[in-house]
């Protein structure tokens, strides 16, 4: 049987690089570029309650870093360190090996280094936290959005619930279990975007956080959201408008930005969905103008 030292060392402790001191220490060490704020965030994944019992151990560590590195996106922070604090039930090595496996080839990808954490015997929960730079006064916040913006998305809405609701299609659960974070998006939007918010909880609610925060409104018309290929018409509203874990951005931008040249750059689909207007609330318009009845979006201790 490993042990808890044998289990860090083997799966979790890797060289530091862009940390002081890395993985082995009472904490790390970490110093930020001159000029950059940091931007942390945390994320919580327990069994039973974001991910079933038996989920794939190689998803489930690239989506807990996901999560993370699309909360740095919605921040236009750049990734740099995280933390891993891991409760399992026992210390499995098929697991651990494929945990490891799909949170360090999402780390590689993105930059970001492991530089420490926390292991423990229990009911199996994964909390990474993640910290980023960006340079001051430049991140993206929830409190910005003016009336006339533009609202814009990323990608297409729908994928992640769909896959929740209708298990068994595979293009449905890859947006589910392996999201892809919009970290270049983030970059590309400083001082471009007024406000950003990733989407985990819903559309409307996430866009909700955005009104609220910045003391304003919203008309949206539903014809021109980005959606998730859904042929029932109720189910696909669902998914849509309240449907969670598609983690694209939603962010607002004065009129005349040019988001067309940032979305060919990238190749990523960028869609303008609506405006911020005075008038407080979100409005969701259907093809007639009418409008839509929207469902909550997830609510933990609903
Ligand atoms: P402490 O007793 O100070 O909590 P630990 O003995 O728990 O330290 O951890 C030893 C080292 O391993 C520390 O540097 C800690 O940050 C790191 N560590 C523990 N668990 C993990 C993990 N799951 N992933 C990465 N680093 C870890
Ligand atoms: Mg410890």
Same mark, same amino acid.
């Given at each position: ?155 297409? !809405?729908?994928?992640? /619930?769909? #896959?929740? *609701? &209708?298990? +068994?299609?595979? @293009?449905?659960?890859?947006? %589910? ?71 694209? !951005?939603?962010?607002? /931008?004065? #009129?005349? *930005? &040019?988001? +067309?040249?940032? @979305?060919?750059?990238?190749? %990523? ?34």
């Amino acid at each position: 049987m490993l042990s808890e030292f044998d289990l860090i060392r083997k799966y979790f402790a890797r060289p530091a690089r862009n940390a002081v001191l890395g993985v082995g220490d009472d904490a790390a060490l970490l110093r930020p570029a001159a000029g950059m704020e940091l931007a942390v965030s945390t994320d919580l994944l327990i069994e039973g309650r974001h991910f079933r019992a038996g989920a794939d151990a190689r998803k489930l560590g690239h989506k807990a870093l996901a999560v993370n590195l699309s909360d740095m996106a919605a921040m236009g922070a750049t990734p740099r360190w995280a933390t891993l604090a891991l409760a399992l039930p026992t210390a499995d090595e098929r697991w651990l090996a494929g945990f490891s496996k799909g949170f360090f080839a999402l780390a590689r990808r993105f930059g970001v280094e492991l530089v420490g954490g926390d292991t423990t015997r229990g009911p199996l929960s994964i909390c990474v936290t993640i910290l980023g730079e960006v340079p001051k006064k430049k991140a993206l916040r929830r409190d910005g959005a003016r009336p006339a913006d533009g609202i814009w998305v990323s990608g297409c !809405l729908g994928g992640a /619930a769909y #896959a929740f *609701a &209708r298990p +068994g299609n595979a @293009a449905a659960a890859k947006r %589910l279990h392996t999201p892809e974070p919009r970290v270049a998006l983030g970059l590309h939007l400083r001082g471009i975007a007024s406000a950003a918010i990733d989407v985990s909880d819903g559309f409307a609610q996430d866009l909700g956080h955005i009104l609220e925060r910045s003391g304003v409104g919203a008309v949206v018309h539903y014809e021109t959201l980005p959606k998730y290929r859904i042929r029932d018409a109720k189910l696909e509203r669902r998914c849509v408008l309240s449907g969670g874990d598609d983690y694209e !951005l939603v962010f607002t /931008a004065r #009129a005349g *930005a &040019r988001i +067309g040249a940032i @979305a060919r750059s990238l190749k %990523l689909r960028l869609t303008r969905v609506g405006s911020i207007g005075r008038r407080r609330g979100l409005q969701i318009l259907d093809a007639d103008g009418k409008r839509m009845n929207v469902g909550r979006g997830f609510d933990h201790f609903a």
